[in-house]
């Protein structure tokens, strides 16, 4: 696609339920980051990813948050035993290796009741 | 504290007329500084990206401006159009890393006709 996609855009889930937030990178892009963006606060960092590396996981808020990415593309956001803090817009972005301009999808809007 | 300070927190603007954010940053050492605008429901999108060595760099009627030395960046609009209203976002990243940025709160502006 033409940018960054990520679905689902809207995800209710009750507290204790786990919850998949996917992310499709630009095409090429070898960088990918997840970003917390709650109300009024700025973005908070969560996970990186380039190419083969290991990811950067020092910006998981938790052990109940792990991030993986599958064949250097998609990556998917998995929140274990949601808490009703969770709740917030997940960003995820991309970008060529080194460059600074990011690209960022529209986003997933989590409730957890 | 926050590493990335902007102001006005919100302001409301008439369509046409002009207005200038302020971001202020602590952030060390320094690499570059980003504006983002987001629209509600989206995710950030770039307007410009300045280096140590940019005082000002201009994206249609979005001009920013940067003084490393004071670690201060405005961003001016001019003849401001409806669809200017969003959120400004300041990011200012550290020289060890695109998966370091610091990001602000925001400035949230609001055109009316």
């Known amino acids: 696609g033409a940018g960054v996609s990520q679905s689902p855009s809207n995800k209710v889930t009750e507290k204790g339920k786990d919850v998949e937030l996917r992310c499709d990178p630009i095409?090429?892009?070898?960088?990918l980051y997840w970003y917390r963006q709650s109300l009024g606060q700025g973005l908070e960092f969560l996970i990186y990813?380039?190419?083969?590396?290991?990811?950067?996981k020092s910006g998981l808020p938790s052990d109940r948050f792990s991030a993986e990415r599958t064949g250097g593309s998609v990556s998917t956001l998995t929140i274990q035993r949601t808490q009703q803090e969770d709740s917030a817009v997940y960003l995820c972005?991309?970008?060529?290796?080194?460059?600074?301009?990011?690209?960022f999808g529209s986003g997933t809007q989590l409730s957890v009741l | 504290k926050n590493q990335v300070e902007q102001s006005p927190q919100s302001l409301i603007i008439l369509e046409g007329k002009n207005c200038t954010l302020q971001c202020n940053y602590t952030v060390s050492p320094f690499s570059n500084l980003r504006w983002y605008k987001q629209d509600t429901g989206r995710g950030p999108v770039s307007l410009t990206i300045?280096?140590?060595?940019?005082n000002t760099k201009s994206n249609g009627r979005y001009t920013a401006t940067l003084d490393a030395d004071t670690k201060q960046s405005s961003l001016h609009i001019t003849a401001s159009q409806l669809s200017d209203s969003a959120s400004y976002i300041c990011?200012?990243?550290?020289?060890?890393?695109?998966?370091?940025?610091?990001f602000g709160k925001g400035n949230q502006v609001v055109v009316i006709p």
């Open positions: 300045m280096t140590f060595s940019e």
């Open positions: 972005a991309s970008s060529l290796a080194g460059a600074p301009k990011l690209f």
């Open positions: 990011v200012v990243s550290a020289a060890w890393g695109n998966n370091r940025l610091a």
């Open positions: 095409s090429g892009h070898t960088a």
């Open positions: 990813f380039q190419g083969n590396s290991a990811p950067d």
